[in-house]
């Protein structure tokens, strides 16, 4: 009956056929048929499951016939077919069709160094929580859920530990903040009383590995020894602070500074060197110099998009202090980063270099509503570490060429298609002198009223030319620093008694009373 419905095209001719043939098997039916019943078997799907199927199987028969065809041909030519194949590769994989992902060697990945820093580290310095789930206190710093945090107490005592939601790590705390492994460029300086009525003792550490809550005791041990002052320095700046001495009969001078930036750098567990066996009554800050560290040589390793300092890539320059990297985008942006080795690159990046605040960019750009080429030069204005437009923000501009080089060349390529362009040569633009360097807002001089069909640099963006004495004065500054931290700023060293290597400052009394302002310091 299925096979049939296809020689009735009108449904009474069908519905005739299909009661014909229903005749014999009334008897055994429980009730008559009816159209109603006939039109359900004759739906559209029903029909569908006998001519479909049987017109895909004799599709796919003589399909497969001439499949196994062709590839009998094939194989009796095999020479031939080998030759077509690679050619018809060529042609569909070839020109227009290159390649879209990129092959990158990845270098290993520290958990710690690539993970967002989502959270705020909160202190509660009166009660001696941390974590980042506490409420109504101070929030000192961002922080990630694996991050360590490092702890220094009154009592003259430090630990290091994983930041929680909430953690109690002991009152008295002085100072916490995030704590990276390896860090040897945060200096610590810390003067205490060394036991009780002892001598008060001075020293500059780094805190660069530990064992994760244990307790590290920065005095010799002495009981009663307590913290009279502390302070921290990111990149190792110095500082001098003024001593206030408690007045006793025999002291004419009540307070003199010291310069801490004197004091050579040295392990957590060193004791020390004394400032006075006079009982200080307070110790106050009185200004904060440079750094007293090398710089730190960075580069930039294109391969895996990464900053080191084991010399892999593109050699960026020695850092220190608030030196910054300038990152230029394909957008038209540029950022100014702090160079950490943790630092992420956006995928539309087209330049990285050291940050000279002096040093101009110059850019050449097409303004998308006045639809010409503009060229300007500035300098940084903005230097807080986000993105900055330097071009016109309207749809269709885009940035050309850019260049930090001491003398920028453009080249202008004209569109050789048009009658008023066809003949023209190439021109060569010295932007340094088409355009002074100017606010970093202006729009720029117009370059060009002619037809162009693009513009390029005829060197690297950082130029082929130094920049005149700037960089060999930054190069041997980089090697005075590097001198004085080899050789005595930064040594593991740990004093075994604490004495030795020790420079006392005290104030000894003058037999002469009438020089009422002279103190003699050792």
């Not at 202090?321 to 540029?334: C, P, Q, R, S, V």
């Not at 005149?468 to 700023?489: F, H």
């Amino acid at each position: 009956m299925y096979i049939d419905f296809k020689l009735y095209s009108d449904r009474e001719t069908l519905y005739g056929y299909l009661n014909e043939k229903f005749k014999p098997f009334k008897k055994k039916l429980i009730r008559e048929i009816t159209n109603e019943d006939l039109m359900k078997l004759t739906q559209i799907q029903m029909i569908r499951i006998t001519r479909f199927d049987t017109d895909k199987a004799d599709d796919n028969i003589t399909k497969i016939e001439d499949e196994m065809k062709a590839v009998k041909e094939k194989l009796a030519n095999l020479v031939e077919y080998a030759i077509d194949y690679f050619k018809d590769l060529k042609k569909r994989f070839g020109e227009g069709k290159e390649r879209k992902t990129e092959i990158k060697i990845f270098d290993n990945i520290t958990a710690s160094k690539v993970i967002i820093a989502n959270k705020k580290l909160y202190v509660d310095f009166e009660e001696g929580f941390i974590g980042h789930s506490l409420k109504k206190v101070e929030a000192v710093n961002d922080c990630s859920e694996i991050d360590d945090v490092i702890i220094f107490f009154a009592s003259g005592k430090m630990m290091i530990t994983k930041v929680a939601d909430k953690k109690f790590v002991g009152k008295g705390i002085v100072h916490a903040d995030v704590w990276k492994k390896g860090d040897k460029r945060t200096i610590y300086h810390l003067m205490y009383q060394d036991g009780v009525g002892g001598s008060t003792m001075m020293k500059r550490f780094y805190v660069n590995s530990i064992t994760r809550d244990t307790e590290y005791d920065l005095t010799k041990g002495a009981k009663g020894s307590k913290m009279l002052y502390f302070s921290v320095h990111p990149n190792g700046e110095k500082e001098i602070v003024t001593i206030h001495l408690r007045p006793r009969p025999h002291l004419k001078r009540l307070r003199f500074d010291v310069d801490l930036g004197d004091l050579l750098i040295k392990g957590r567990a060193s004791g020390g060197n004394r400032v006075t066996k006079e009982i200080v009554q307070k110790i106050t800050q009185k200004e904060v110099g440079g750094s007293t560290l090398a710089a730190r040589k960075i580069w930039y390793d294109s391969v895996v998009g990464r900053l080191n300092d084991e010399g892999r890539g593109k050699f960026l320059g020695a850092f220190k202090g608030n030196d910054k990297i300038l990152i230029i985008y394909k957008t038209g942006e540029y950022r100014l980063a702090p160079f950490d080795l943790g630092l992420h690159f956006d995928e539309d990046m087209m330049h990285v270099e050291k940050w000279y605040p002096d040093r101009p960019i110059s850019a050449v750009y097409f303004d998308g509503e006045k639809e010409m080429y503009y060229v300007k030069r500035f300098l940084c204005e903005v230097t807080t570490d986000k993105k900055v437009c330097f071009i016109t923000e309207t749809e269709g501009s885009e940035l050309s060429v850019v260049s930090t080089a001491y003398k920028p060349v453009a080249k202008i390529i004209y569109n050789k298609l048009l009658k008023a362009t066809k003949n023209l040569p190439d021109t060569e633009v010295a932007l340094e002198d088409f355009i002074d360097v100017k606010g970093m807002k202006a729009q720029g001089n117009q370059l060009t009223k002619l037809k162009v069909k693009e513009i390029v640099l005829n060197h690297a963006i950082e130029g082929d030319e130094p920049w005149p004495e700037l960089e060999n004065k930054a190069v041997e500054k980089s090697t005075e620093d590097e001198t004085y931290e080899d050789d005595q700023s930064i040594t593991e060293e740990l004093d075994s008694d604490g004495d030795s290597n020790t420079v006392e400052w005290d104030i000894k009394k003058k037999e002469d009373e009438e020089d009422n302002d002279q103190t003699k310091l050792f």
